[in-house]
């Protein structure tokens, strides 16, 4: 595969390679047969091949010194300018073809290929293959980007590869513009490369993710793959052959809406901890149980449908063509005129959700509900990234963003398994715990949302705090959660769980013992992971931060402070 | 029959039958070893590489390996003796002549192995 443009050189430039032999054989053949003259004009030798070989190589390639090395005579003259045009006609071919080689796509993208294969081999650092970089791969892509992990980006859309480029990541980012659903593709951006983590299909295509995890279950059944789907049939498809995780955005907002109606300090906390982490902190949602009106009973409004009855929201649906709508009233229309709204019962109803799959039409129903009645709770689909602005713009008290809702899950999965754990534990508690925990976050973060990450206390990732764990060292959490710039200051971070052997400890207290080997939950910005994560590593950080010495760590420093601190104990005596 | 094979075939033969011609005849003697002959060996030789490029086969490779170590040992013959006869003036001396066809000969023999190439490829042909 690397050799294959030196191939491809070679196989085009064989017929003026050949060419380019044969006239300099004729040229220098006959050059050493037509005889001279010498400086008296009488006949000479002709030239040996030798000079016959200098005379035509600086003849052929233009540069011309003249007869060299006697003047010429007549004949050689008309032998010399028959070839002049030989050698000329052979070395314009040559040039052109190498340069018409050059511009050649074929030739340009084999040449692209191999400058990716070899990025990606070259990765030393565990990466993730983001299949489809649209909207959703994009900020899938940026996330990844400020957490420090690298990935490979494979993207159909040879423009979208491009802006890539243009964007300007901190990690070396190898990106392919090649169609994800070919196994090959996949292969060259490192599908079995050693240091692959996972693989995120997310492209817009329904069939192109599945063929990828497929793909991916086949060629690298070790490791997961996460995929999105957004009809029923493809995610049972996906999850029939073991795929990891599927994301079906629909789903998973329409639950989110359920939980915030049925518990909203539970919603707020998995909202907080599962955003992209040090975005702006999101508006907190509350919305209110009664009657609603949903606009679009399509698979989006069966999903809502299905999820928000058993919360105990009575839907009334609109929508334009007939549909299946069982027991629930539906009238006719598109919600986009104030007389359809009216009819569906706006006045007496507390909450409306704009579920088309038109961004425009979302809006102007949003809009018109609102002018009808003000205090209503306006749910707003998005569909298309672009309009961001006008969805700001008008404010809605819920917008949903499938490419949003399933970059945060990704990332969420990927970045913190830890997370699904403390999620799940969080169903046992009740909404006072929540909101306790919520307005802890909220304080900590100052306005933006935490990175929530963990980290093992092992050899590996916490070099310092291990070793002294293995030596029985009694160290508590709250000793740990400190400034590592001043120890006086405590560190803005959150314990959120810590997993211990097969025991989980939710939120544990300051006094909480640390063993080895314990894996701990961090809700933090990000500046305060590296702060903890430099304490936990460097044994001189970790000095500092338990007992307020200033070490250098060096050797001998250390051995002259324990013989001054040995006879200072001897002279006390 | 095809075109492309007997061109190729007929370079590959000519630059070891060339080679042999100028190869043959007593190592010492200049007026046995004719200067055109070399030319024509190294210029068939070049074009018999030319012709083997782009071929990524093992065999091919094996082809283009034999090819270029002719026309390596063929260029240093063809550069001892301009360097004999014109850089230095010593001439055509049994030392130099025999040091110019010893170089021809090992040519030679990676001609050989190209043919014996070529003999076993056709051979494990079975078309």
């Given at each position: 595969m690397v050799n294959s443009a030196f191939f491809l050189v070679l196989r085009r430039m064989r017929a003026p390679i050949i060419v380019l032999t044969v006239i300099y054989g004729i040229a220098v053949i006959g050059l050493t047969l037509v005889p001279g003259v010498d400086a008296e004009g009488r006949p000479a030798p002709p030239l040996s091949f030798f000079h016959a070989f200098y005379f035509i190589s600086y003849t052929a390639t233009t540069i011309g010194f003249g007869e060299i090395p006697t003047a010429f005579s007549d004949a050689q003259r008309l032998w010399v300018t028959i070839c002049i045009y030989l050698t000329v006609v052979g070395w314009s071919y040559s040039v052109l073809t190498l340069i018409a080689l050059l511009q050649d796509r074929g030739f340009q993208k084999t040449l692209t290929v191999n400058r990716f294969v070899r990025r990606v081999r070259r990765l030393k650092e565990p990466f993730y293959l983001v299949c489809g970089c649209g909207e959703t791969g994009n900020l899938i892509c940026h996330t990844l980007d400020r957490l420090g992990h690298a990935f490979v980006v494979v993207e159909k859309d040879d423009l979208r590869v491009q802006e890539l480029d243009l964007q300007d990541f901190k990690t070396d980012t190898p990106a392919l513009a090649a169609d994800a659903r070919k196994p090959d593709n996949l292969l060259l951006a490192g599908l079995k490369h050693a240091k692959c983590r996972a693989v995120l299909?997310?492209?817009?295509?329904e069939e192109a993710n599945l063929a990828i995890a497929i793909a991916v279950r086949l060629l690298n059944p070790c490791i997961p793959v996460i995929a999105r789907a957004r009809t029923p049939s493809v995610a049972a498809n996906m999850a029939s052959f073991g795929t990891d995780h599927i994301i079906n955005p629909f789903a998973r907002f329409a639950e989110h809406l359920a939980l915030a109606v049925a518990a909203p300090e539970r919603f707020r906390l998995i909202e907080l901890l599962t955003a992209?982490?040090?975005?702006p902190m999101p508006e907190p949602h509350r919305p209110p149980a009664g009657r609603w009106i949903l606009c679009g009973y399509g698979r989006f409004g069966h999903l809502l449908a299905s999820h928000l009855r058993p919360a105990g929201i009575e839907l009334t649906i609109i929508e334009p063509e007939s549909a299946d709508s069982g027991s629930l009233p539906t009238i006719r229309g598109y919600g986009t005129e104030a007389e359809t709204l009216l009819q569906a019962g706006i006045a007496e109803a507390s909450g409306i959700i704009a579920g088309s799959n038109d961004d425009v039409n979302n809006l102007s129903i949003a809009v018109t509900a609102n002018e009808l009645k003000p205090s209503l709770f306006v749910v707003a689909r998005q569909n298309h990234s672009v309009n961001t602005p006008l969805f700001a713009a008008y404010g809605a008290d819920f917008t949903m963003v499938p490419g949003r809702i399933v970059a945060q899950e990704c990332i969420a999965i990927l970045t913190t398994p830890l997370l699904a754990a403390f999620l799940d534990l969080l169903r046992e508690r009740d909404e006072a715990w929540s909101a306790c925990l919520v307005g802890r976050l909220e304080a900590q973060g100052r306005g933006r949302t935490p990175a929530v990450w963990s980290i093992k206390l092992n050899i590996a990732e916490s070099q310092a705090i291990y070793r002294l764990l293995m030596q029985h060292r009694v160290i508590s959490l709250g000793e740990i959660l400190?400034?590592?710039?001043?120890?006086?200051t405590p560190l803005r971070a959150t314990t959120l769980l810590v997993r211990r052997d097969k025991q989980l400890i939710l939120l544990p207290p300051d006094d909480f013992r640390l063993l080895p080997g314990d894996e701990l939950l961090l809700a933090s910005s990000l500046a305060a992971r590296r702060n903890l994560e430099l304490t936990l590593h460097n044994p001189n950080e970790l000095d500092y931060v338990l007992t307020g010495r200033e070490t250098s760590g060096s050797w001998l420093w250390n051995r002259g402070a324990a013989r001054a601190k040995a006879a200072g104990l001897g002279s006390s005596d | 029959m095809n075109l492309e094979k007997v061109i190729f075939g007929f370079f590959i033969v000519l630059a070891a039958t060339l080679n042999f011609g100028f190869f043959i005849?007593?190592?010492?003697?200049?007026?046995?070893?004719?200067v055109y002959e070399l030319a024509a060996a190294l210029i068939v030789s070049l074009i018999a590489t030319a012709l083997k490029f782009g071929d990524r086969t093992q065999i091919g490779a094996i082809h283009l390996s034999t090819s270029l170590v002719a026309d390596l040992q063929l260029i240093a013959a063809a550069i001892t003796w301009g360097v004999a006869v014109h850089v230095t003036g010593v001439g055509m001396t049994p030392h130099v002549t025999s040091s110019v066809v010893s170089l021809s000969g090992g040519a030679l023999f990676a001609n050989i192995v190209s043919v014996v190439i070529l003999i076993v490829e056709t051979v494990m042909l079975r078309r």
């Open positions: 299909a997310v492209t817009n295509d992209l982490p040090q975005t400190r400034d590592g710039t001043d120890r006086g | 005849g007593d190592i010492e003697r200049p007026e046995l070893h004719n």
